[in-house]
Structures are given as structure tokens and as C-alpha cells.
């Protein structure tokens, strides 16, 4: 009998740490996001707004949703970006309708549709990619008057933090745990 009670106490430990652990990966992966949202990448979208919503970390995914052939999407140098003269200065294309963008490197990224006259209409726009253990200012723009969004930096450690604000929530599951385990045995 005593064997029985052991064993559900450790499967009860065991689902409460698999959730408390499944909870902080959620916590430390990459966001997917669809550029332009429900509009997608098209020309009737505000890049500069859209961008502007959004803090961009290492390991983000953006998605570029489109007819395939009406646009395209180039991941290009910042000069590129701002005179939308591909002829030089490219270092991706995408052409398939559903093209996904891992933001690996923490640097400024600039994004153009190539076909004829849509990026001097406005499909353009930049996005600035930290890491996410070190954020102090985020900046985005589709025009390059980059208007620095502030975002609260620490004051202490930041795995400090991280760690502490995880505690915080992880401690609001606390009494609901505690209703499982009563409820349990």
C-alpha cells in the first residue's frame, strides 16, 4: 500500500515538473510572424506600422505570404533598401509565395519586393534583430528615420530577471497545483 502512494506522488511531481518545464521553453523560443499580419505582403500594407509593432530576437521567423510571380521578396544591404536599385547589393531572394526568413544573426535586416515600382511603393521595410538576453533599444522602419522604441532594460542581472519574472508566474500555478494534489490523494 505504501509502495501505491510512492508511486503517485512521484507521477504527480513528475506531470507538475513536465509542465513547469514545457511552460519555460514556451517562454524561451522563437516567435513565427506573418509580415503585414492578416494583409500579409502585399502593396496596400503599412510596413512602417507593422514593424513598429513588433520586438524582433535572434532565432524570429518571418513569414512572407503572397501570390506567387505578383511578388517577391529580397533580402538586401541597406543602400539596396533605400534606392530599391536591386541590381546590386541582394543577399537572398525568395520567390515562392510562402517564403520563411530565421532571423540568426543579431543585426538589421532590410527586406524589398523587387517587382518593378512596389518597393518605391512602399513594400519595404527594416527590422532591427537583438538577442533577447539583451535588449535595450529596438528600432524599425520601412524609410530609415529609425525611431528608437524604448524598452525597459533590468537594472539588475538580467538572468536575474528572467529567472525572477518565471518564479512570478510559475507561482500564480502554485495554488492551483496545491487543488491537484488535494484533489489527487
Known amino acids: 500500500m505504501g509502495g501505491t502512494s510512492f508511486f503517485k506522488s512521484c ?3 513528475l506531470a507538475i515538473l513536465t509542465l513547469l518545464c514545457s511552460f519555460l521553453l514556451n517562454c524561451v523560443m522563437a516567435s513565427v510572424y506573418t509580415v503585414g499580419d492578416q494583409e500579409e505582403w502585399s502593396s496596400q500594407t503599412n510596413y512602417a506600422s507593422w514593424a513598429e509593432g513588433y520586438n524582433f530576437s535572434l532565432g524570429d521567423v518571418l513569414v512572407f505570404k503572397y501570390v506567387k510571380g505578383q511578388h517577391n ?5 541597406e543602400d539596396t533598401f533605400r534606392s530599391c536599385d536591386a541590381s546590386s547589393g541582394v543577399l537572398a531572394k525568395y520567390e515562392s509565395g510562402e517564403d520563411q526568413v530565421t532571423l540568426n544573426e543579431v543585426k538589421r535586416y532590410w527586406f524589398i519586393c523587387n517587382i518593378a515600382g512596389h518597393c518605391l511603393g512602399g513594400m519595404r521595410f527594416g527590422v532591427l534583430v537583438k538577442d533577447s538576453n539583451n535588449v535595450t533599444t529596438a ?3 520601412t524609410d530609415g528615420a529609425f525611431t528608437p522604441q524604448i524598452v525597459q532594460t533590468p537594472s539588475d542581472n538580467s538572468c536575474t530577471s528572467y529567472i525572477s519574472e518565471r518564479l512570478r ?17
Do not use: A, D, H
Open 11 to 13: 507521477t504527480f511531481l
Open 73 to 77: 521578396v529580397y533580402e538586401v544591404k
Open 139 to 141: 528600432t524599425n522602419s
Open 169 to 185: 508566474v510559475i507561482g500564480k500555478f502554485i495554488p492551483f497545483g496545491l487543488l491537484l494534489f488535494n484533489l489527487y490523494f
